[in-house]
């Protein structure tokens, strides 16, 4: 498997603190991606980035945000969580002429 | 923006039919496509990819998928399905552009049943 490390994989938290989710890389590779899986939804992009300090919005980024500051790590952010962010959060890399691979993904409750 | 489209949310078969999952693409240039597969509580690994040459791209487990440009479709099929074949296929699509945007649809349920 791919060097990657998402943590925390389990978490519980109540409506309106923040969060914050690590993705760790060891593989040096340049795209990085958030996705959020819910049922009936498939994969849904939240935030994504094309190397170090850039990101871009994915089609469900409201409510979310991201930070790059070096290679190995891409953090995405809940300002203020909600119980519609209750969802099953994968981190994913790639390399340009790659396919992604995927971490083990997070879920995260909101109550 | 690029999306995709996965016709079938549920499909249903016995051991040995053959299968066919649909996946269409919007996108205005070059693209890479990618089916992947995800085991109940797993993530998701690769099935198989296509970035260019023969459209008629073959992975692991037996899938094969064939590039229809024309149609802008990416159609998964196995001969003769299994019952540990159970799970849930996404297909994905990444434009040619330096950011990289990988979108995925939907996803299709394939029960097998023995």
């Known amino acids: 498997d791919a060097g990657i490390t998402q943590s925390p994989r389990h978490k519980v938290t109540e409506t309106g603190t923040p969060v914050t989710l690590r993705c760790h890389q060891t593989e040096n590779h340049r795209y990085m991606y958030w996705y959020r899986q819910d049922p009936g939804h498939g994969l849904r992009l939240i935030h994504y980035?094309?190397?170090?300090?850039?990101?871009d919005k994915g089609e469900v980024s409201d409510g979310y945000s991201v930070s790059r500051s070096k290679t190995e790590d891409f953090l995405l952010t809940l300002e203020s969580a909600t119980s519609s962010q209750t969802s099953v959060y994968f981190c994913a890399i790639s390399e340009m002429n790659t396919e992604a691979f995927f971490g083990q993904g997070t879920r995260l409750t909101v109550v | 923006a690029q999306s995709v489209s996965q016709h079938n949310h549920h499909v249903i078969l016995s051991e040995a039919a053959s299968l066919e999952l649909g996946c269409n693409y919007s996108?205005?240039?070059?693209?890479?496509l990618f089916w992947y597969v995800q085991y109940p509580g797993q993530h998701l690994q690769l099935l198989l990819k296509?970035?260019?040459?023969?459209?008629l791209v073959k992975g692991i487990k037996g899938f094969e998928a064939e590039f229809i440009k024309s149609k802008f479709s990416f159609n998964l099929r196995k001969p003769s399905v299994q019952w540990s074949d159970t799970a849930e296929y996404f297909c994905?699509?990444?434009?040619?552009?330096?950011?990289?945007?990988?979108?995925f649809g939907s996803g299709t349920q394939l029960t097998v049943l023995p």
């Open positions: 996108y205005g240039g070059t693209v890479n």
């Open positions: 994905a699509v990444v434009g040619s552009g330096s950011a990289r945007q990988l979108t």
């Open positions: 296509y970035f260019s040459g023969d459209p």
């Open positions: 980035s094309y190397g170090v300090k850039d990101t």
